[in-house]
Structure formats: C-alpha cells, structure tokens
C-alpha cells in the first residue's frame, strides 16, 4: 500500500508518512527474520527493523521500475546491511560477540613476539590499504602461528570484518576460531586437476560469502596439493570479476 501510495498519489511529504507508518510496515519483518537466522529471539533494533522494511519498499518500488532515491526526503537502505542480511553466509560470519572479540584481541596483540608482530603489521597494513598479498608464514611447532592467527582474525572480526579461516585437515581447523576445512568452505573437488575450479556459482551466498571476505587464513596450507589453491584461485578471480555475474 504505502509502495502504491508513492507511486500513484502524489504523496505531498513521504517522509513524514514514512515516520507516522514504519512500525505497521514493519510488523511482518521480525518473524521470517527469526526464522531465517534460526533465533527464535533474535530482536531486531529499530534501526535494523526500518532499514530491512525500506529493503522491502524498494523492492517493490523496483518491480514497478521505480526506486525510493526518486523521492529525496525518503531514507535510503543501507546497502551494505541490506546485502549482508540477505546473505546467511555472511550473518554467520558477522554474529559474534564484538566486544569479547575486541578484549581478547589488545590482550594477544599486547603479547606479540617481535616476529609476529612484524607479520602481524604488514598483513593489517596490506588489508587496511586494499592491497591484496599472499603472506606465506611458516615455523616450526609451538613457535606461535595459532597465536598469530588468532590475533589477526579476533582484530578482524571485532571489527566486522568477513575473515575466512581454514585449513587442511579437519583437525587444524578445529584450532582456529570459526574454522572450516578448505575443501568444505570452498568446495574444493575431491578429484583436483591442474585447470580445477571450486564448485561456486556467481550470485550464490557462498560467492558473495568469498567476495567479502578481507581475509583467508588457510593453516597447514604445504598438506594439500596445490592444485586446490590454484582451483581456489581460479575461482576467486572469476568470482571477483563483475562483467562475469548474469545474476546482476
Ligand atoms: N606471543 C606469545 N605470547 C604468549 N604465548 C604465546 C605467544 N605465541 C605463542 N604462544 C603460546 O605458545 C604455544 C604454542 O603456540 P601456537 O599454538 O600458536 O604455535 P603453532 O606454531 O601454531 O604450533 P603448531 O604448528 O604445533 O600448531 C601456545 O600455548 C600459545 O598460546
């Protein structure tokens, strides 16, 4: 209703209606919401709330070849919460405790050797000026690799940032935190060939999962052929590559 007014009425103050309205228009985005992140009590913020419901209104309005930027007092959504609450990848990824996160991070960070904080630097640097890089970090065992990783990815994550954090073995992964196997995260072929790629489709949840990603922590990398790292890179670079998504 509140699409069509828009649309076909003229309505002389759309923000004003939007203000006086939102909560009606909201009554139907907490519950599939719930149901979607599978917490029956989750309680959404009202800013959450407003932002999914304009989600909503502009999908609608699209439909019709319209878009709320039409209508300059009316709020925007935030495209970046939009896309990441669509994605339950990327909600799993983003739901941890911020602020446990953060504690634990100055702690580890405050007790880094002087060859991890080194590497620790020049990987935060690579990713807070977009650089890109492959960091390759070997040491023998008990020389701190797990502790560095934990630093990296408890900084990231407190700042909701996506780190994907896997490795070679089922058991190297159950050390890290939100760790996966790479065949699993990845879906990396079981059978690897030298022109392999991961079974990851443009406009699927895992592709926009891997295109967020600021990170890929990948431990015990030299037990796994590498072939799978070229099947993964394969797939990344098509996957980041826009003028290949039809989805779009
Ligand atoms: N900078 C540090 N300050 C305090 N403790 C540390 C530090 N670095 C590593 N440790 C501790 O040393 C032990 C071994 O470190 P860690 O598990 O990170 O090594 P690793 O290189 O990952 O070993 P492996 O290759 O066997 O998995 C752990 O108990 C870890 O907490």
């Avoid at 439909?63 to 007092?73: N, V």
């Avoid at 040491?139 to 896997?166: D, H, M, P």
């Avoid at 967020?212 to 099947?231: L, N, S, V």
């Amino acid at each position: 209703m509140f699409v069509i007014m828009l649309i076909f009425c003229e309505v002389t103050n759309p923000k004003k209606l939007w203000e006086k309205n939102w909560s009606l228009l909201a009554e139907g985005i907490q519950h599939p919401e719930r149901k979607r992140r599978h917490n029956l009590h989750l309680e959404l913020t009202e800013a959450q709330l407003k932002n999914l419901t304009l989600v909503d209104i502009e999908e609608l309005m699209k439909r019709s070849g319209r878009t709320l930027a039409e209508f300059p007092s009316m709020p925007i959504p935030e495209k970046e919460k939009e896309y990441a609450y669509k994605n339950k990848l990327i909600d799993e990824e983003l739901d941890y405790d911020k602020e446990k996160l953060r504690t634990q991070h100055i702690s580890l960070k405050n007790g880094l050797n002087s060859v991890q904080r080194e590497i620790f630097d020049a990987v935060s640097q690579s990713i807070e000026q977009g650089n890109g890089g492959l960091f390759f970090v070997h040491g023998s065992g008990g020389t701190g690799k797990t502790y560095l990783w934990n630093t990296i990815i408890t900084g990231l994550r407190a700042k909701s940032k996506v780190v994907l954090a896997v490795a070679s073995s089922g058991i190297a992964s159950l050390l890290l935190p939100g760790g996966r196997t790479a065949h699993s995260r990845f879906k990396i072929p079981i059978t690897l060939e030298d022109n392999s790629t991961c079974d990851v489709s443009h406009g699927t949840q895992l592709a926009g999962l891997i295109c967020k990603a600021k990170i890929i922590i990948w431990d015990e990398a030299p037990m796994i052929h590498r072939h799978a790292f070229e099947a993964l890179e394969r797939t990344v670079r098509d996957l980041m590559n826009p003028s290949k998504d039809k989805t779009k």
